[in-house]
């Protein structure tokens, strides 16, 4: 229930999403160790803030979450939150869920095409599009660790500072990660930009860290069903 005196524990490194008149915030870093009572807690329930009374309230979830993490990247598609990728204890993740704010439940969405998904990190760019009445995730960019169970994506470059330009779409009605053709100004390997959507199909790409030091550019990056133009 909400409460007036309800407040959320302290955290960086999470993520908030808008969905109706509320704000979702899940995980995120925080002093307290790995597998804690608080850990757990945060693993398993869900921040939410209601925009017209300004209170906030901790529900608890079901289904099969992620465990705690930051640095992860989160967008709202319809009935969904998606969560993909992020750190956790200095370990980064590529998995993939899905949270339903109707039943409160989590679900592991499980690709058939692993052999094309992006590789294990954080801090990276995350919009929603939408092509022929489907929707797809886009996912951009972000540092961590590269894995030889993941191979590498074609035509992408990844840095010696564990930095990528990688660019996945995942296919939301088939369970599916694509990789599309990038043609135009592709932005090197970079994290901790900004990823801001204009319309179903474009988003801009602000800023962000880079081997060679911090960005100032701006992208206009336009995607269709089969590619991407920057």
């Not at 999470?14 to 109706?20: N, P």
């Not at 009445?133 to 035509?155: A, M, R």
Request: aromatic share 12%.
């Amino acid at each position: 229930m909400a409460s007036k005196n309800y407040q959320p524990v302290k955290r960086w490194g999470h993520f908030t999403v808008k969905v109706g008149d509320y704000l979702y915030m899940w995980g995120g870093s925080l002093s307290g160790g790995l597998d804690s009572d608080l850990d757990k807690s945060m693993t398993s329930s869900m921040d939410l803030y209601h925009l017209p009374t300004g209170s906030w309230e901790g529900r608890p979830t079901n289904g099969n979450p992620p465990l705690r993490a930051s640095g992860y990247s989160s967008v709202a598609i319809e009935s969904g939150i998606f969560f993909f990728g992020g750190s956790r204890g200095g370990s980064y993740r590529n998995s993939l869920h899905c949270f339903n704010e109707d039943s409160f439940k989590w679900k592991k969405l499980s690709p058939s095409s692993s052999d094309r998904c992006p590789m294990m990190k954080g801090f990276c760019g995350i919009v929603s599009a939408h092509f022929d009445g489907e929707n797809y995730l886009v996912i951009i960019g972000g540092s961590g660790s590269p894995s030889i169970d993941t191979p590498k994506q074609p035509d992408a470059q990844y840095s010696a500072g564990g930095r990528c330009n990688e660019i996945h779409y995942y296919r939301i009605s088939s369970d599916q990660w694509i990789s599309p053709v990038v043609t135009g100004d592709r932005p090197p390997p970079i994290s901790h930009f900004t990823l801001t959507p204009v319309t179903n199909n474009t988003a801009v790409m602000f800023g962000g860290s880079t081997d060679n030091g911090v960005s100032n550019k701006l992208y206009m990056i336009s995607f269709t069903k089969t590619s991407v133009v920057s």
